[in-house]
């Protein structure tokens, strides 16, 4: 039996193929169309899907979309009705699409089928699964539990802004949900806005600019934004807010509450901006600490799955991590909306369908996340031919020696290696890698590879046998979705002067044997590198241990700010083109900076509109 999973029209539109049971391909739009978080009908990933199934759409049993188009139109006419005569303007803007548009989504959708396969039987074969369900699916059925409590939170489903599931074999029953307009996840998001960033794209800004603040606003949120009980579950006071009704996140009373007006876009952040930060982070944190210990106790399970946008949030996650409440941990690495396109096609599969589901205890069903497009090697030497690009083709030991060697040399490397990875972070497949030990690096990519905020950490790649001898955590971390301190032992302290510091000037003090992935409070998001779903990155690491002593590797995303990550050899080329990147390894294709036509430069600085 083979699903077609689809989520779209709001942002970061994916589509996904689970042919009986087992997870063939995934992907986002966004990285063939190259434009950000892009929305649209995933024509291009579900063109994807069935190239890597080889089959056409004709042969697929059932599409399933990942939320309830009708159910979200009922919020937004009550949530007018509640609220009216305020928010008239949005409402005014908002109801000619949905007329136009998405309440008449299931037509549209088999429309868009129809014209690729014009005799199936669309209308009976289109399934709709809601938000929610979708991201519990996506979080539960793929985990290597048999059993497990499921905990989805994000901005807003149709009502549904967090949820529990409990988890069985193929079953997964909805147990409570917390409602619109009550919502972690856009609390999260004002602020995201209120510190100049923009929603539903820099939320992990403002995770990355929390630890150079104070949690000093933390009991001001406590005391008038939310009102948390014991168990985890919360409301709003909606009068600081202006999502319900306004064109805005926040209001004039949030102003007053907290001082001033927003941060405007690229506007000099301040050391209040960052304590704005560490404060909401600080509230999300104790609000999912008080959530799993409350699950926990009740549930009895060992066992816990996080899906939704909240569960990004990695440094929130490592907290819940180490306070133990649950003892195992498995988050979806496609949390967000893209992920929902996956949890449709399960959800069709085991819960409509009602078929069952295997597990074999040990890894997960996700293949690492490596489930996107890749290329042979005669595919990416033609490619790179037709780009004028210069290149010497070698075989895979000499590949792995001389990118080991290039890395100990401290020069950056852009990777481009097998499937493409599903979700918002790069595994090892589309990466740039740096030398982690040195004290330049971080600044050197953000500034001159990356073209972003000085103040944006990066993340270590490390091997799985080596993590406990680095970082504070001994347990599997293959999406970096976990937040753990460096080890002890690799911590360097700070001198009295240098802790008199405040804010970026902390930036450039170097905290351990490897600071370029330690962030300013000494933790790390970490990737824990597995032989057994990224062999050849593997090897990598290793070799660069064997040079350095070190089985870390500086990993971050193969893109420039407000680039999607790239996805074809075309792609990287132009990507190692348009920065100071200086070498990229293409499958077995080694390209060096000096080496290529000058006259094939870009400008990448501005090229693409800041995310």
Known sequence: MRILGISAFYHDSAAALVEDGRIVAAAQEERFTRKKHD???????????????????GDIDHVAF???????FERLLETYVAFAPRGFKSFSMAIPVWIKEKLFQKS????????????????????FAEHHQSHAASAFFPSPFEEATVLTMDGVGEWATASVAEGSGHHL????????????????SAFTYYTGFKVNSGEYKVMGLAPYGEPAYMDLILDNLIDLKEDGSFRLNLDYFDYCTGLRMTNDKFDALFGGPARAPEELLTPKHMDLAASVQAVTEEVMLRLTRALAKESGKDNLCLAGGVALNCVANGKVLRDGAFKNIWVQPAAGDAGGALGAALTAYHGFQGQPRHTNGALDAMAGSYLGPEFSQAEIEARLEAEGATFETVDEATLIARVADALADEKAIGWFQGRMEFGPRALGGRSILGDPRSPSMQKTLN??????????PFAPSVLREDVADWFDINSDSPYMLMVADVANDRQRAMTAEEQALFGIDKLNIARSDIPAV???DYSARIQTVHAETNPRYHALITAFKARTGCPVVVNTSFNVRGEPIVCTPEDAFHCFMGTELDVLAVGNSILEKPDQDPALKRDYK???ELD
Not at 66 to 72: A, M, Q
């Open 66 to 72: 990942y939320d309830k188009p009708f159910l979200k």
């Open 518 to 520: 330690t962030h300013v």
């Open 606 to 608: 501005d090229a693409f």
């Open 39 to 57: 929305s649209d009908y995933p024509a291009n990933a579900i063109e994807y899907c069935l190239s890597a199934a080889g089959i056409a759409l």
């Open 173 to 188: 029953p909805m147990t409570r949900e917390i409602h619109w307009p009550h919502s972690l996840g856009l609390l999260y």
């Open 108 to 127: 549209m959708l088999t429309k868009k089928l129809q014209e690729a396969a014009p005799d199936f039987d669309w209308e009976s074969r289109l399934l």
């Open 447 to 456: 500034l001159k590879v990356k073209y972003r905020e000085s103040f944006r």
